[in-house]
């Protein structure tokens, strides 16, 4: 019956290769909600035997996510099985081992659990503040040490301040972009005929199995190194207390051990990137947007005082910042398409037949979009999420940045946290500007950005300078102190 019901509106197929040219390689969310225009919030595509959907609206989205025969994920051959990656709970099938995992993960991020790292948070930060007095133009490569830092320090004790913690990150980061780049439908040929694999490796160019054995050598050291650390940890005689540590303290480790290992790596792999990414899109704002920057600052003098640091608790009395905090997420969302979702089952949905196998996208960036609060949705603007300053306020991030159903991000509260903490603390000690060049122009309106699953602005150049003196030297002597306190991760699992 399902099979009668039209496919949803899509740029017309070619034979053979369906959509396969028309899919947009760069910006693609932004393609899509292009889109829009010709072929409303359903766009369908078929790349080869590939069903792909793409949902533009917040409604749609909202809707058809939080079915349960839209929670799977498509794995990607190449990514998923033959590097190994389809064992961590983000590209698990709706299966029991994702509900083992996700659960596992429940313990370390439910909004009770993260209050236990508050102070490693603030520690990192403050760590990354203090790297900026020293050395301002080094803010990229720092902000990637504090972030993963962060995630390291909840998941597997390492503390902020350690060596070891530079080894884990860079590894992180070259597999995040192998993982980046690969999660796009179609990335590897083998992903499109996954009997490609069969054939053999000595197959003159043939370079599936050289490029499956890197990936999976590479994830196999970036799970494990950290895992193994927390290992070591346990068995001296005062371990750092982290989430994977209280797992394999219970009574059922060691059958649980392999979900563990994935549930840790998971939230280590999925946390860090989406974390900077996100802080250095505000950068990029305050830089183009000096007023907004100003009245941010102004709002935390007044109520916190001249460059003092806020805590969390803080936070229902600096609304502009709260504000400021969902348009960084709403005007360049970090994941912009989601993770994909997969259809377990065959569907109708508003008189369209939705196949069984039909990657989903839910497109974030579409979603950001929302002209409701009459500010162009392409402009900087807190003001559009305050019912004081527009008549009707834009839709909330927080219901759709983090995705969708069961398959919501379940760092999302542990992230909202550290994106308070660095936003706050830049904006209460430093002046971020755009840097001029010896012509007196600056670059940032066309800074490039990372394609792939994530996005964030690549390279840019802006001037971070403390807003006095006195300031810098409070905020080194906070960060002297921290190195002469007593480390170790604060985690109250
Ligand atoms: C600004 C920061 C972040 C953003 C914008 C973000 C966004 C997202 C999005 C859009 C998804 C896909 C949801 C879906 O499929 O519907 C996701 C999944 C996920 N996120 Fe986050 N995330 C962030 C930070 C974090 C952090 C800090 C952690 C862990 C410490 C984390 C762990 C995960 C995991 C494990 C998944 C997979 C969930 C599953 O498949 O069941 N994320 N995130």
Redesign the pocket.
């Known amino acids: 019956m399902h099979q009668l019901n039209p496919l949803p509106p899509g740029p017309k197929q070619k034979p053979i290769v369906g959509n396969l040219f028309d899919m947009p390689l760069v910006d693609t969310a932004k393609a899509f909600a292009k889109w829009q225009g010709l072929y409303g919030d359903i766009i369908y595509l078929e790349a080869l035997d590939q069903r792909i959907m793409v949902l533009n609206s917040f409604e749609h989205a909202d809707e058809l996510?939080s079915r349960k025969s839209y929670s799977d994920?498509p794995v990607p051959m190449m990514l998923g099985e033959l590097m190994g990656l389809g064992q961590s709970?983000?590209l698990l099938r709706y299966c029991t081992a994702?509900k083992d995992q996700?659960k596992l993960?429940h313990l370390a991020?439910n909004p009770g659990a993260i209050k236990g790292y508050t102070s490693l948070q603030a520690e990192a930060v403050i760590l990354f503040l203090d790297s900026l007095v020293e050395n301002p133009s080094n803010f990229m490569s720092q902000l990637r040490l504090a972030s993963g830092r962060i995630?390291l320090s909840?998941t597997y004790g390492v503390p902020v301040k350690s060596p070891e913690s530079m080894n884990f990150i860079d590894e992180l980061e070259i597999m995040m972009e192998i993982i980046g780049k690969g999660m796009m439908p179609g990335a590897y040929l083998v992903d499109t005929f996954p009997w490609l694999r069969h054939i053999p490796s000595w197959v003159p160019f043939n370079n599936i199995h050289t490029i499956a054995t890197e990936g999976r050598t590479r994830l196999l050291r970036v799970i494990g190194l950290p895992f193994e650390y927390v290992k070591q940890q346990l068995a001296s005689s005062s371990p750092n207390a982290s989430f994977t540590a209280t797992c394999l303290q219970e009574e059922d480790a060691a059958d649980m051990e392999h979900h563990i290992r994935w549930a840790a790596g998971?939230?280590y792999g999925?946390?860090s990137e989406?974390?900077m990414g996100?802080i250095l899109t505000f950068i990029l704002a305050m830089a183009l947007y000096p007023d907004i920057q100003a009245k941010i600052r102004m709002e935390l003098d007044r109520v916190i005082g001249h460059g003092q640091l806020p805590t969390l608790d803080d936070r229902s009395r600096l609304p502009y910042v709260n504000a400021a905090i969902k348009e960084t997420?709403r005007w360049d969302?970090?994941?912009p398409l989601?993770?994909p979702?997969f259809t377990s089952k065959e569907d109708v949905y508003q008189g369209f037949r939705v196949a069984k196998g039909t990657i989903v996208f839910?497109n974030?960036w579409a979603i950001s979009r929302d002209n409701v609060s009459g500010i162009p949705p392409e402009e900087f603007a807190p003001e559009r999420f305050l019912d004081t300053c527009v008549e009707k306020t834009a839709l909330d991030p927080y219901s759709y940045?983090?995705?969708?159903?069961r398959?919501?991000?379940?760092?999302?509260f542990?992230?909202d946290n550290?994106?308070f903490l660095f936003v706050t603390g830049l904006v209460s000690n430093f002046v971020i500007s755009p840097a001029v060049g010896s012509d007196g122009k600056h670059s940032l309106l066309k800074v490039p950005f990372r394609q792939g699953l994530m996005r964030f602005p690549e390279s840019f150049q802006v001037s971070i300078l403390p807003r006095s003196e006195q300031l810098a030297a409070e905020l080194q002597a906070r960060a002297r102190e921290m190195s002469e306190s007593d480390d170790g991760c604060r985690s109250n699992l």
């Open positions: 996510l994920r709970f983000p994702w996700r993960s991020l995630v909840m998971s939230m999925a946390g989406t974390t996100t997420m969302p970090v994941v989601c993770l979702h839910p974030i940045a983090f995705g969708f159903g398959r919501i991000c379940p760092g999302r542990f992230a550290s994106i």
